[in-house]
């Protein structure tokens, strides 16, 4: 059975041109956008864009995925707002480099709009995520999620947060029966 694992931003790794809404300083971005999950807040705290291109990555409470786990996707979810030639790009770090999926945007002129974009394997090594990959151990190690743009128009995020979906390793049956349905000691 797969488990969904969410994770709200914790703190900001990336602030590259971002401004804050209600004047956060760059260490304190990740609290506009930060909003709790199906409450978003549009309009009343948000980051945006001074000049472009622009990366937004924050950091995760590790999510401490049971060792024999499978890992089944990465998912970053924004809302968002785009001017008349705006573009957002989902975007992960990993092992030390930023890897946005240009393929798959928050295109022009959308107002606050839920937007997700899934990884299924580890852009850096191209092989199935690892629990190792995950729990952040190691040099191919998730490390940050967010949203990046090369756009500098009106484009806008109020809310962001990770999804991690694994299916968990079977466990055990625990129970049974000895000796036609009598356990004990046999003398």
Do not use: C
């Not at 980051?47 to 990555?57: E, M, N, R, V």
């Not at 924004?78 to 770090?93: D, E, H, L, Q, V």
């Not at 946005?100 to 090594?125: A, C, E, K, S």
């Not at 190691?138 to 484009?155: D, K």
């Amino acid at each position: 059975m797969s488990t969904q694992l969410t994770r709200l931003p914790t703190g900001t790794v990336v602030g590259n041109k971002l401004a804050s809404s209600t004047g956060k300083t760059e260490a304190n971005l990740y609290q506009d956008v930060d909003d709790p999950i199906g409450s978003p807040d549009d309009a009343s705290s948000y980051l945006y864009w001074t000049s472009s291109p622009a990366s937004g990555l924050f950091s995760f409470a590790n999510p401490a995925i049971p060792s024999g786990s499978t890992i089944n996707f990465v998912r970053v979810f924004f809302r968002g707002y785009t001017g008349a030639s705006g573009f957002i790009a989902p975007n992960i770090k990993v092992g030390g480099a930023e890897y946005p999926d240009y393929g798959n945007m928050l295109l022009p002129d959308q107002h606050w709009v839920d937007f997700t974009d899934d990884w299924l394997t580890n852009p850096r090594t191209g092989s199935p995520w690892t629990v190792a990959d995950i729990n952040g151990n190691g040099g191919n190690a998730l490390q940050a999620f967010g949203y990046m743009t090369l756009s500098t128009t009106e484009e806008h995020v109020t809310q962001t947060y990770l999804t991690i979906e694994i299916t968990a390793p079977a466990r055990p049956k625990v129970g049974g029966s000895l000796a036609g349905g009598r356990a004990g000691l046999v003398a």
